[in-house]
């Protein structure tokens, strides 16, 4: 395996091993820095591979040219599989988890493609209609937070927020709704989970993030745009601007909330949203305080008009509107 990391994918061992009938690649397990192992294609990885996972080997890799080809097996089998009557609801969140990581990973290591943005759309459609089927969001949550990637969970959450709260306008469209999805789905794609590390760690001190973290939302727009992609000009800008704050101290441009869009705003006030949420265990006596605190919080321009969203979204009446 050559020792460059931008020809080597990383794919998580659960992952493959969902599809270990499937695989026509060869993978290459890290044992240590100087030691590699290669399993080639045929070989019983169904065997093979729990047993480094009990020694402690999460992942495996595989090379560039045979990801590319995962990737199309697995968006195939999100197009084929997931609505079969035969595929549980804990079947369809392992799918979605998995998509999602295998794009998140082909966005980092492979730059934008065809193929990983039409992943990325699937991944948008197909966890809103998995929420939206579920009569709890709550009990969605604690069922499947285990099974699902812990990035993709909050994206679907916020992704649902964002367009319940669009719901509450009366320009929404369905159009509208999956473009604003989209920008849940895809705001973070080129993040690493410990990147989210660092920014926990950081808390509202942006400045002391890294370059990379820092920059990501108009690094994931810069290569939206320059895959000539068909990515709505309405995702592009969310993205772009879904770290900024009404008072202009968010990042990356520090813009203040006459330039924020009020679908920016809505994904924003969503993102702040379903972190409080979790931070509260979905407490629904605390819903009515939130949402109180959040008209305080968001009260300026487009930042007041997706706060009311949010609470005519849970049938609270603010007074004047
Ligand atoms: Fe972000």
Not at 31 to 59: H, N
Not at 263 to 284: K, T
Request: net charge neutral; aromatic share 10%; glycine share 4%.
């Amino acid at each position: 395996m050559e020792d460059d990391k931008k020809t080597v994918c990383r794919l998580d061992i659960d992952s493959l091993l969902r599809f270990e009938g499937s695989v026509t690649f060869d993978i290459y397990i890290r044992l240590s820095d100087d030691k590699t192992v290669k399993l080639s294609r045929g070989e019983d990885i169904k065997q093979v591979l729990p047993k480094y996972k009990e020694k402690g080997v999460d992942y495996v890799y595989v090379i560039k040219e045979q990801y590319i080809q995962y990737l199309e097996f697995l968006r195939g089998n999100l197009t084929s599989k997931f609505y079969n009557p035969l595929t549980s609801t804990i079947d369809q969140v392992e799918m979605l988890s998995d998509s999602y990581k295998a794009t998140r990973e082909s966005f980092i290591k492979l730059g934008i493609s065809e193929n990983a943005v039409l992943m990325a759309e699937e991944v948008s459609r197909k966890s809103l209609d998995v929420v939206n089927k579920s009569a709890n969001i709550y009990q969605f949550f604690i069922a499947f937070k285990e099974k699902c990637d812990k990035q993709l969970m909050n994206k679907m959450l916020i992704s649902y927020t964002t367009t319940l709260m669009i719901s509450t306008f009366d320009w929404q469209t369905a159009a509208i709704k999956e473009k604003a999805a989209l920008s849940c789905i895809l705001s973070d794609i080129i993040l690493e989970p410990e990147d989210f590390d660092i920014m926990a760690a950081c808390g509202t001190d942006y400045k002391n993030l890294p370059e990379k973290i820092y920059n990501h939302p108009l690094e994931i727009s810069r290569m939206l745009q320059s895959g000539g992609s068909m990515i709505s000009k309405e995702t592009i800008i969310m993205i772009e601007q879904h770290h900024e704050k009404p008072d202009g101290t968010g990042y990356p441009k520090k813009l203040r909330h006459t330039t924020i869009t009020l679908l920016s705003a809505i994904q924003i006030v969503a993102e702040d949203f379903v972190e409080a949420l979790i931070r509260n265990n979905f407490d629904h006596k605390a819903h009515k305080e939130l949402l109180a605190l959040f008209l305080n919080k968001y009260y300026q321009g487009n930042f007041r008009k997706a706060a009311i969203s949010l609470c005519k979204m849970f049938g609270v009446d603010v007074p004047g509107f």
